[in-house]
């Protein structure tokens, strides 16, 4: 049994066409709109990003700036007062009580400066986690700091400067750094080094919230590796670190330079940062930092030996983009499944008059030249096809009627020509051989007329011992040449 062919509906094979094209255009526009917004996001994000980044280092140097002013304004009061060193205590108290950002405060003085007070003398007051203010002679508890490291520097420098990071001797975990500030005696000597500490832990809070507030601005989602700020030193050391033990201890640069790839990136990074240059483009340096790819900004710190960097990892940037085109994408799904039904539901509609027209065809084809033919409103294509179906099937019935007319009339004349044939045959000699009773004669004749019937005859006979026979020819074929039989006899004596 021949297996049926399937039938593919042509509204569905029009529709998935105009749908293949609309989809590469879509898609094509699409791409093109995720790329040019990708890009204008990129860099708003990035510009958001800078502008935070330049909000929290104005932030922190007016927050080192007041420990600075703080120091200095008591400069004056301190030299002022240096015959009187119980009023040291109260000075040192003064400045930590007054300023929120300095932890602790401490003026050390040199060796012997004042005999009744012993050979260290170093009053200080801090600020404990509970916001108390306690004051207390740092001499009388701790190591000698006439040998310290940053007390000689000071008094070498003579100048007021920020020194290296240390961690707090009271609580022996608080990260803090100090502002130095020389004190001198009349005689312009310098007597003690005044120090104002500002915590570490302060600065890594307030950078995160910073950072908090600069993924709110950027409407970025929450992710697994979020943004990060740090405060780094001079050599990349860690000022400032979400994770208190890097605090002092990890490298930034070194980290880097771990992950750098075949361009150095990070190499070119890390000599800007040390030539305290500002990050300008938006994408910079994108390298893998804390293995993930990251957007690298920085800016030096006012005022300071600092570096303030920014790790913005890429998906963080990236994450408006891929929402806009995540966006895109299903915009252009729903426009193509809706111009998908619409189209096919169109299509399917205006093409239903071509499946009746075939279904008219098929009624014609067995014969049936009357079928109706459906009926087209619009002027179109459609209804030019319909029109020439209708004229073919007029035309196909007007010739099948004449044929049919034509037939009979032929089948008349053929009968006529067989019963005209076989008059023609009756005419002629049948029995051979001839003359079965004689020996010495025989004779044979044939008949082949070119067409159905002709006008040639012959016939032959013995009489008196004489053999007659006569031959009938005319000119032409068919029955016309019946009418012009000439007959020629030709009698022939018989010798035996």
Same mark, same amino acid.
């Not at 500002?198 to 302060?202: E, R």
């Given at each position: 049994m021949?297996?049926?062919?399937k039938?593919y509906?042509?509204?569905?094979?029009?529709?998935?066409?105009?749908m293949?094209?609309l989809?590469?255009?879509?898609?094509?526009?699409?791409?093109?709109?995720y790329?040019i917004t990708?890009?204008?996001?990129?860099?708003?994000?990035?510009?958001?990003i800078?502008?935070?980044?330049?909000?929290?280092?104005?932030?922190?140097?007016?927050?080192? &700036?007041d420990?600075?002013?703080?120091?200095?304004n008591?400069?004056?009061?301190?030299?002022?007062?240096?015959?009187?060193?119980?009023?040291?205590?109260?000075?040192?108290e003064?400045?930590?009580?007054?300023?929120?950002h300095?932890?602790?405060c401490g003026?050390s003085?040199?060796?012997?400066y004042?005999?009744?007070k012993?050979?260290?003398?170093?009053?200080?007051?801090?600020r404990?986690?509970s916001?108390e203010?306690q004051?207390?002679?740092l001499?009388?508890v701790?190591?000698?700091?006439?040998?310290?490291?940053?007390?000689?520097?000071?008094?070498?420098?003579?100048s007021?400067?920020?020194?290296?990071?240390?961690?707090?001797?009271h609580?022996?975990k608080?990260?803090l750094?100090?502002?130095?500030?020389?004190?001198?005696?009349?005689?312009?000597?310098?007597?003690?080094v005044?120090?104002?500490d500002?915590?570490?832990?302060?600065m890594?809070?307030?950078?995160?919230?910073q950072d908090?507030l600069?993924e709110?601005?950027?409407?970025?989602?929450?992710?697994?590796?979020?943004?990060?700020s740090y405060?780094?030193?001079?050599?990349?050391?860690?000022?400032?670190?979400?994770?208190?033990?890097?605090?002092?201890k =990890?490298?930034?640069?070194?980290?880097?330079?771990?992950?750098?790839d075949?361009? =150095?990136m990070?190499?070119?990074?890390i000599k800007?940062?040390?030539?305290?240059?500002?990050?300008?483009?938006?994408t910079?340096?994108?390298m893998m930092i804390n293995?993930?790819?990251?957007?690298?900004?920085?800016?030096?710190?006012?005022g300071?030996?600092?570096?303030?960097?920014?790790v913005?990892p890429?998906v963080?940037?990236?994450?408006?983009?891929l929402?806009?085109?995540?966006?895109m994408?299903v915009?252009v799904?729903?426009?193509?499944?809706?111009?998908?039904?619409?189209?096919r539901?169109?299509?399917k509609?205006?093409?239903?008059?071509?499946?009746?027209?075939?279904d008219?065809?098929d009624?014609?084809?067995? =014969?049936?030249?009357?079928?109706?033919?459906p009926?087209?409103?619009?002027?179109?294509?459609i209804h030019q096809?319909r029109?020439?179906?209708?004229?073919m099937?007029? &035309?196909?019935?007007?010739?099948?009627?004449?044929?049919?007319?034509?037939?009979?009339?032929?089948?008349?004349?053929?009968?006529?020509?067989?019963?005209?044939?076989?008059?023609?045959?009756?005419?002629l000699p049948?029995t051979?051989?001839?003359f079965?009773d004689?020996n010495?004669i025989?004779?044979?004749?044939?008949?082949?007329?070119?067409?159905?019937?002709? =006008?040639?005859?012959?016939d032959?006979?013995?009489?008196?011992e004489k053999?007659?026979?006569?031959?009938?020819?005319?000119?032409?074929?068919g029955?016309?040449?019946c009418s012009g039989?000439?007959?020629?006899?030709?009698?022939?004596?018989?010798?035996w």
């Open positions: 021949k297996k049926e062919k039938v509906s042509f509204a569905t094979r029009l529709s998935q066409w105009v293949l094209v989809f590469i255009m879509m898609s094509a526009l699409a791409f093109f709109i790329y990708g890009s204008v996001l990129l860099e708003s994000e990035a510009s958001t800078k502008n935070s980044m330049k909000s929290a280092e104005r932030n922190i140097s007016d927050m080192m &700036s420990v600075m002013v703080a120091t200095d008591n400069v004056f009061d301190i030299e002022r007062n240096l015959s009187k060193p119980d009023e040291m205590q109260a000075i040192v003064r400045i930590v009580k007054q300023n929120k300095i932890r602790s003026i003085f040199i060796e012997n004042y005999p009744s012993g050979r260290l003398f170093c009053p200080y007051a801090w404990n986690d916001s203010i004051v207390q002679r001499g009388d701790v190591s000698d700091y006439l040998n310290s490291k940053w007390f000689k520097e000071a008094v070498t420098r003579d007021a400067y920020w020194a290296d990071p240390f961690i707090d001797g609580d022996g608080t990260p750094v100090a502002f130095l500030q020389p004190i001198h005696d009349q005689q312009g000597r310098v007597v003690a005044m120090g104002a500002l915590s570490l832990d302060f890594t809070e307030f950078l995160e919230e908090s600069t709110d601005a950027m409407l970025v989602a929450p992710t697994e590796i979020p943004l990060r405060m780094l030193s001079q050599d990349g050391t860690y000022l400032t670190h979400p994770e208190s033990w890097h605090i002092m =990890g490298n930034f640069f070194q980290h880097v330079k771990d992950y750098d075949e361009e =150095g990070a190499k070119n990074a800007e940062m040390k030539e305290k240059k500002v990050s300008n483009s938006e910079d340096y994108m293995r993930t790819p990251s957007y690298l900004f920085y800016a030096p710190v006012k300071t030996d600092w570096i303030l960097v920014v913005a890429r963080v940037l990236d994450f408006m983009g929402v806009v085109g995540l966006f994408l915009v799904l729903v426009i193509i499944q809706v111009t998908f039904l619409v189209c539901f169109v299509i509609r205006s093409a239903k008059p071509l499946k009746v027209l075939a008219a065809a009624m014609v084809a067995q =014969g049936h030249f009357d079928t109706q033919l009926s087209i409103k619009h002027n179109d294509e096809l029109d020439s179906f209708e004229n099937q007029q &035309s196909l019935a007007t010739y099948v009627e004449d044929l049919k007319t034509t037939t009979a009339a032929k089948a008349s004349i053929e009968n006529e020509l067989e019963i005209a044939h076989g008059i023609q045959m009756s005419m049948k051979y051989p001839a079965p004689r010495d025989d004779i044979y004749g044939q008949v082949t007329p070119a067409k159905a019937v002709g =006008g040639d005859l012959y032959f006979f013995i009489h008196d053999l007659f026979f006569c031959i009938g020819d005319v000119s032409g074929k029955v016309p040449a039989i000439s007959l020629h006899i030709l009698p022939t004596r018989i010798k």
